[in-house]
């Protein structure tokens, strides 16, 4: 009878054990709390069905949706020092590092990749949230400027998807160093004539917004983005007021004149196509939007090509895809002087 004594643990392994799931099986809804399967919301590119509410995406995701097919090349990005101020807080800087890139499986924050777009060569650059909260860091920053470099080596428009709770306080003044640096290499992207196109994802804060992130020819925001420099909390702390429904969120920052555009994510890699071939003066822009930029001769440059701001407009609004501003509420202005 040994074979029964054999088989016993066998059988109440079977009966006592717990399969174990995936922790991202299924993902809940911030704004709702509806349960939604993962694959079913990485199919959907990460929009909740139900609220319609913009997940945040990690950037080898949003450079594959971008590129043709999928397939890009990564743009090499010069090593810089990994702790250069040896900092410690309640763990060490390098032990985060490490943490933050067997997790994300990347070298930053910021992923570069180069690759075509509706057939036409484009630079992009991701900042990615889950590395240390996207913080422009030594390796961000020299990450952005060599993909803004190699926009100009290639003349193709450049696109930054931003994502970031601000400048890496590990690094101290060498981080707030790397804005001045970014705004030197968009100004490289201007003389060059080159568009410059940034997506405001959610969040987008601190010193990335005081820098690059709203230094494009045109700024696109995804629906119910977080845009700011200081959060509503601390600025509702400092002026002890209290703040406007959907402060600091795309959509009022498009109806005060922040933003150019809210683009709902199903739409926004045409969008991005659109524009960049109108900015280029690809000749397969319409008739109808080279007709509008011929009217505009006289209103403005944008980085050196004759177009003006209604160009953009039209031609985006055309395709239906694009929120209209919508005027301020009543509540939404505060008085100056008491602010």
Same mark, same amino acid.
């Given at each position: ?9 066998? !059988? ?33 590119? %990460? ?7 913009? &997940?945040?995406?990690? *950037? ?29 807080? $309640? ?24 690759g075509r777009l509706d057939g036409q060569e484009v630079v ?9 909260? $996207?913080?422009? $860091? &030594? ?33 101290? =003044? ?13 100004? &490289? ?20 917004? @005081? ?8 700024? =696109? ?8 420099? *200081?959060?509503?909390?601390? !600025?509702?702390?400092? !002026? ?6 959907? %402060? ?6 498009? @109806?005060? $004149?922040?933003v150019d555009m809210v683009v709902h994510r199903h739409h ?6 659109r524009l960049c071939r109108l900015l280029t003066g690809n000749? @397969? ?20 090509? =004759?177009?003006?701001?209604?160009? =953009? ?27």
């Open positions: 009878m040994s074979w029964i004594n054999n088989i016993r643990p066998k !059988i109440r392994g079977l009966l006592t054990t717990k399969r174990e799931l995936p922790d991202n099986l299924w993902v809940k809804c911030p704004d709702t709390g509806q349960m939604v399967f993962y694959k079913d919301l990485e199919a959907n590119q %990460f929009v909740i069905p139900g609220s319609n509410h913009h &997940m945040r995406m990690d *950037a080898q995701k949003r450079l594959q949706h971008l590129f043709d097919d999928g397939e890009y090349q990564k743009v090499p990005v010069r090593e810089v020092p990994q702790d250069p101020l040896k900092f410690r807080d $309640g763990k060490r800087y390098v032990d985060r590092l490490k943490a933050a890139k067997n997790e994300t499986q990347l070298d930053d924050a910021v992923l570069v990749g180069e992009a650059a991701v900042q990615d949230f889950r590395f240390m909260a $996207g913080s422009l $860091g &030594m390796a961000a920053g020299e990450a952005v400027i060599a993909g803004m470099l190699r926009a100009v080596e290639k003349a193709a428009p450049f696109i930054l998807f931003a994502a970031s709770g601000g400048a890496r306080m590990q690094e101290g =003044i060498l981080s707030l160093m790397q804005m001045p640096r970014t705004t030197i290499a968009v100004q &490289m992207l201007r003389e060059a004539r080159l568009p410059y196109i940034v997506v405001l994802t959610d969040p987008t804060t601190g010193g990335v917004t @005081a820098s690059y992130a709203m230094l494009g020819d045109i700024h =696109i925001a995804e629906p119910g983005a977080l845009i700011c420099f *200081a959060g509503p909390r601390v !600025i509702q702390q400092t !002026i002890r007021e209290q703040l406007p429904e959907g %402060f600091q969120k795309a959509e009022y920052l498009l @109806a005060h $004149g922040m926004l890699r045409d969008t991005l196509a000749p @397969a822009v319409t008739h109808a939007a080279r007709a509008v930029a011929a009217r505009a001769v006289e209103r403005g440059y944008l980085n050196g090509s =004759i177009v003006a701001g209604d160009t =953009i407009e039209t031609l985006a609004r055309s395709y239906g895809d694009v929120m209209e501003p919508g005027p301020a509420e009543d509540g939404d202005s505060r008085d100056s002087a008491r602010s």
